[in-house]
C-alpha cells in the first residue's frame, strides 16, 4: 500500500494556473499508476487525468483536455497535475489515486479501479 498526501491547491481567478503535486510514501512509487480526480459539491467524482508508471502514457478528461498536464517524477516519489487556463467550473476537490500495475504502459480513468486515495486539496477558480 501506498500513502499519499496532495498539495499545491487554493484559490485563483479564472484564467489563472495552480500545480497540483501527490507526494507519495510507503511503497515502490514507480510500479504505481496514478490519477488524479476531481469532485465538486453535489456532483458526482469526475476523472481529471492518469499516467502510467513508466513511459509517460497519459490521458484526460474531456472538460481538460488541452488545459491540464499530468506528470510524474518517480525519483521524487510525487505525481503533478499542472492546471493552466481555469475556468470557475474547474473549482472542486481533487484528490490523487494510485493502483499497482507493474511497469507497462496501461493508464486508468475509472476510479473504481484505485484503491489508494489522498485525502485531497481544494481548488476554487473564481470569475
Known amino acids: 500500500q501506498v500513502q499519499l498526501v496532495e498539495s499545491g491547491g487554493g484559490l485563483v481567478q479564472a484564467g489563472g494556473s495552480l500545480k497540483l503535486s501527490c507526494a507519495a510514501s510507503g511503497g515502490t512509487f514507480s510500479s504505481y499508476a496514478v490519477g488524479w480526480f476531481r469532485q465538486a459539491p453535489g456532483k458526482e467524482r469526475e476523472f481529471a487525468a492518469a499516467?502510467?508508471?513508466?513511459?509517460?502514457?497519459?490521458a484526460y478528461g474531456d472538460s481538460v483536455k488541452g488545459r491540464f498536464t499530468i506528470s510524474r517524477d518517480n525519483a521524487k516519489n510525487t505525481v503533478y497535475l499542472q492546471m493552466n487556463s481555469l475556468k470557475p467550473e474547474d473549482t472542486a476537490v481533487y484528490s490523487c489515486a494510485a493502483r499497482a500495475a507493474g511497469l507497462g504502459l496501461r493508464v486508468y480513468s475509472s476510479s473504481a479501479l484505485y484503491d489508494n486515495w489522498g485525502q485531497g486539496t481544494q481548488v476554487t477558480v473564481s470569475s
Open positions: 499516467i502510467s508508471t513508466v513511459g509517460g502514457k497519459t
